[in-house]
């Protein structure tokens, strides 16, 4: 049984999506620069490790790049049981199992990140890894501690985040050295997340979620506040505003996976953090960070290995292709002209069946016809395959 996991931010970097240009899943960059009107191409090619590090563009850019790699994997037929994203990676994770549209995870990730740069902005904070001490020990590090650090992240065995106040943060991490931990990384990162100090981002970010269409889930997602698969259109919105000022707790989310049977984890997205976690919950398992067009050999291989590949007639499609179906029921006769590999416009007519015209509601390029002369087809049945324009 395989997973699908998706990143949050912090993994991104420089160029990131520089290898990915030539890929047919590449197109979805286009589709989210116009939803979010911002040049997210930009972002993924050009953008600096200063640049990228600001909440609004780390948020977005890791957010498309993620779906780009997810939409490019899914074309190879790899099937997922269950899905789960660290902190942004949730809403990567609800677009990945069709809760969540593109254009309108775009616009809720962009949301998102300005609700939480405006309260970081509002009240300064940041976070730390307290490596070697049980998560128990690290909380109570926190309650010990002068000032605001609460438990941020419960990442894996032995890694634990702590966020709020710079020298609340110092002075938990000299508690926890003291009472075993072994070493504390401060963290790069532009707030106190997932803390208390988030809460007017809260309430900005329920403004977006209540004018935004969620839908049930393919498969369940597993979420960060508590844990558990949820798959209910009617829990997202719920369930995403509590994540901003509640702990991601994705050691319990690992567990949750493995215990019901998942051994393979394909991490979607820039860097490789999630792989490496994924590696230290699930010893028995397989874990793939898939970050370059490159590493898609390797899922093919172990999704084969353990049948996680889609059988069926025909290709699968990247977000970039489109079928043309049939309006009716009824023989199929090709039109004489349409050829492999033309380019046509909106309307050209690609065939007739039963006396009704065929008409393509795209423009794009001729993959191949899906049914040969003389067919029966039933009504919606596909009958050409284009590359959009």
């Known amino acids: 049984m395989l997973a699908f996991i998706f990143p949050g931010q912090g993994s991104q970097k420089p160029g990131m999506g520089r290898s990915w240009i030539d890929h047919p899943s590449w197109s979805l960059v286009a589709l989210a620069s116009e939803a979010s009107g911002r040049d997210v191409a930009a972002l993924l090619l050009d953008a600096d490790a200063d640049e990228l590090r600001r909440t609004e563009n780390a948020q977005l850019s890791t957010y498309v790049l993620s779906l780009v790699i997810h939409d490019a994997v899914r074309a190879l037929g790899v099937r997922t049981t269950v899905v789960a994203g660290h902190s942004l990676g949730e809403y990567s994770a609800l677009t990945a199992v069709g809760a969540l549209s593109l254009t309108d995870g775009v616009r809720l990730v962009a949301a998102r990140a300005r609700a939480m740069q405006s309260a970081a902005d509002a009240r300064s904070g940041t976070m730390a890894a307290v490596l070697g001490a049980d998560d128990d020990v690290v909380a109570e590090a926190c309650a010990r501690a002068a000032g605001d650090v609460w438990v941020a992240n419960t990442n894996g065995p032995g890694q634990v985040i702590i966020s709020g106040d710079a020298d609340a943060i110092a002075n938990a991490s000299a508690i926890a050295k003291t009472m075993g931990a072994r070493k504390v990384l401060l963290l790069s990162v532009g707030g106190a997340f997932h803390t208390p100090f988030m809460a007017p981002a809260a309430d900005r970010l329920r403004a977006a979620l209540d004018t935004t269409p969620f839908a049930n889930a393919e498969v369940p997602v597993i979420a960060n506040v508590d844990g558990l698969p949820h798959q209910h259109a009617d829990q997202w919105a719920d369930l995403l505003e509590a994540q901003l000022t509640a702990p991601v707790l994705w050691r319990q989310t690992m567990q949750r996976m493995v215990d019901d ?129």
């Open 261 to 389: 049977g998942i051994t393979t984890f394909l991490e979607l997205g820039p860097g490789s953090v999630l792989t490496g976690l994924a590696k230290r919950s699930a010893a028995e398992g397989t874990a793939i960070a898939v970050t370059e067009p490159g590493d898609l050999n390797a899922v093919v291989a172990s999704a084969a290995t353990r049948d996680d590949l889609d059988h069926h007639g025909g290709e699968h499609l990247f977000a970039s292709e489109r079928l043309v179906v049939s309006p009716t029921a009824g023989l199929f006769v090709p039109a004489s002209d349409l050829a492999e590999g033309q380019h046509i416009e909106r309307g050209r007519i690609i065939g007739h069946v039963a006396g009704h015209e065929i008409r393509s509601p795209f423009h794009g390029t001729v993959k191949g016809l899906l049914a040969v002369t003389g067919e029966r087809l039933t009504r919606s049945q596909p009958v050409a395959w284009l590359r959009t324009a």
